[in-house]
Structure formats: C-alpha cells, structure tokens
C-alpha cells in the first residue's frame, strides 16, 4: 500500500491535493491571505449561498448552450486542429492571437452589458456580488456565460477556414477562460507592488482591477488586460493607488529604534 501511495500516478495527484491543501491552511494561519483582501470586510454569506445556486444552474444550462454546438460543429468538421507537435512559436503566436481577440471581444460586450435592457436581463445577476470570490466566477445567467463562452468555438470555426490551430495551443486556450475567470474573482491581489508601473507588465488585468469593477460598476471592463480600458478611457482614476493600499496592508511593519 505504502509503494503504490509513493509510486503510482494517483500518488502524483495526492501530493499534489495535499500541496495545496497545506498551502491553504498556511497561508490562513499566517495571516498571508488576509492581509492581501482587497475589501477585507465584503464577504457575505447570503450572496455566498445564491452565487452557488446561480452557479450549479448556469453551469448545467451553459453546458447545453455552449456544449452541444461545440460538439456538433467539430462532428461536421467546421472545427479541427492540427494534430502533432507544433514549433513553439506557432503555439505562442497562436495563444496570443486568442488572447488579444477574447480580451477585444469581452471588453465591448462586457461595456455593452452594462446598458439599458441589455444589464437588467442579462448582466445584473453577476453583479449581485460587490465583492467578488471565486463562486462569482460561475454566478452568471447562463446568457452571459453563451456571450462569453461561445467565442471559443467562434475563434476555432474562423480558424478552421484559415489555419487550423494546433492540439497544443488548444491546450492552452481551453483552460485559460477558467482560469482567469477564478483568478480576477478572488477578491485576493498576489501580484507584486511594482506590477502597474512596469511598462511589460501594467496591461495585464490583476485582480484589484476586476475587483473594482465590481465595486464600482462604471470602469475596469477589460477581461484578460487593460489595454481598451487605457486607450477608451474607461479605467477607474485611482485604480493605482487604491492597488498600492491593498499592497501596502500586505508589508511587515517597520521596526521600532529603541528608544535612546
């Protein structure tokens, strides 16, 4: 029994659940994660509880909506890809050309879902949530979850026509909406203090970013980055500095001299 724990495959995911698992409880008991909350007092079990209901029926809708298409586009042959090791630039050009068209796609039907009929209906539900956690990401009506998720098989069928797409780019694009998704919903801000004010990395989206939009509701509608916001002018004014606050809650206190 002892060899197949340290041995076999499920040894690989056990250790692996047990990794996080301790990484979890360590970063409770130290106070890791709770100096990084972005709003440290939004937490409330009511949403909580509805965020979980709305998310078990739009993932069993959203399945159907997304899924069946999907699965009979590729039957047909209006979606493939390339099978067999690809050069790894072709998988990064690829992944990026994904990457850059979903932030696009996102950024204006996100703007888009925040007017009129179209925000009452359609988006409002996801915003139920001010101060967003990982079951936000699924608390959405299972149109939105349509919106979003069908660019997938959208990209995949106009690729299919142009140059079908590699099994390993797939390998990344299929998880990444997932993801990301988790990861701007925490409500937790990992990255480091400096992240806004490089130039490389200040138009890729953190989580106190998405977390404003949540807050505030009228900026911050970049999915993947910050790119439309920066050039529309859409980005919330004192997103920077209210970052270095949540950074700033995160720093060990000075020492004390002693006195003289």
Same mark, same amino acid.
């Given at each position: 029994?002892?060899?197949?724990?340290?041995?076999?495959?499920?040894?690989?995911?056990?250790?692996?659940?047990?990794?996080?698992?301790?990484?979890?409880?360590? %970063?409770?008991?130290?106070?890791?994660?709770?100096?990084?909350?972005?709003?440290?007092? %939004? #937490?409330?079990?009511?949403? #909580?509880?509805?965020?979980?209901?709305?998310?078990?029926?739009?993932?069993?809708?959203?399945?159907?909506?997304?899924?069946?298409?999907?699965?009979?586009?590729?039957?047909?042959?209006?979606?493939?890809?390339?099978?067999?090791?690809?050069?790894?630039?072709?998988?990064?050009?690829?992944?990026?050309?994904?990457?850059?068209?979903?932030?696009?796609?996102?950024?204006?039907?996100?703007?888009?879902?925040?007017?009129?009929?179209?925000?009452?209906?359609?988006?409002?539900?996801?915003?139920?949530?001010?101060?967003?956690?990982?079951?936000?990401?699924?608390?959405?009506?299972?149109?939105?979850?349509?919106?979003?998720?069908?660019?997938?098989?959208?990209?995949?069928?106009?690729?299919?026509?142009?140059?079908?797409?590699?099994?390993?780019?797939?390998?990344?694009?299929?998880?990444?909406?997932?993801?990301?998704?988790?990861?701007?919903?925490?409500?937790?801000? #990992?990255?480091?203090?400096?992240?806004?004010?490089?130039?490389? $990395?200040?138009?890729?989206? $953190?989580?106190?970013?998405?977390?404003?939009?949540?807050?505030?509701?009228?900026?911050?509608?970049?999915?993947?980055?910050?790119?439309?916001?920066?050039?529309?002018?859409?980005?919330?004014?004192?997103?920077?500095?209210?970052?270095?606050?949540?950074?700033?809650?995160?720093?060990?206190?000075?020492?004390?001299?002693?006195?003289?």
């Amino acid at each position: 029994m002892l060899d197949d724990i340290f041995s076999s495959e499920k040894a690989i995911q056990l250790w692996l659940v047990l990794f996080l698992a301790s990484v979890l409880v360590g %970063g409770i008991v130290t106070g890791f994660f709770k100096a990084r909350k972005i709003q440290p007092k %939004g #937490f409330k079990w009511k949403v #909580f509880r509805n965020e979980g209901i709305f998310g078990m029926v739009n993932l069993a809708v959203s399945a159907f909506l997304i899924g069946a298409p999907t699965a009979w586009l590729t039957s047909n042959g209006y979606i493939a890809t390339t099978k067999g090791a690809a050069d790894w630039w072709t998988i990064a050009f690829e992944y990026a050309l994904y990457f850059f068209l979903f932030d696009t796609w996102f950024y204006w039907l996100h703007r888009a879902m925040h007017q009129g009929r179209f925000y009452t209906y359609v988006h409002k539900l996801h915003h139920l949530s001010t101060s967003p956690n990982l079951l936000t990401t699924l608390s959405v009506n299972p149109l939105e979850s349509l919106i979003n998720g069908g660019f997938v098989p959208l990209f995949l069928v106009a690729m299919t026509f142009i140059a079908p797409i590699s099994e390993q780019s797939m390998a990344l694009i299929t998880p990444t909406n997932i993801i990301m998704g988790l990861y701007v919903h925490s409500g937790y801000e #990992f990255f480091p203090r400096w992240w806004n004010k490089s130039w490389a $990395t200040k138009w890729f989206i $953190t989580t106190t970013f998405h977390d404003q939009h949540h807050k505030y509701f009228t900026a911050n509608f970049g999915g993947y980055t910050t790119i439309w916001d920066r050039l529309c002018g859409t980005m919330r004014p004192k997103f920077e500095q209210d970052y270095l606050k949540v950074k700033d809650r995160a720093r060990p206190a000075p020492a004390l001299e002693p006195a003289e």
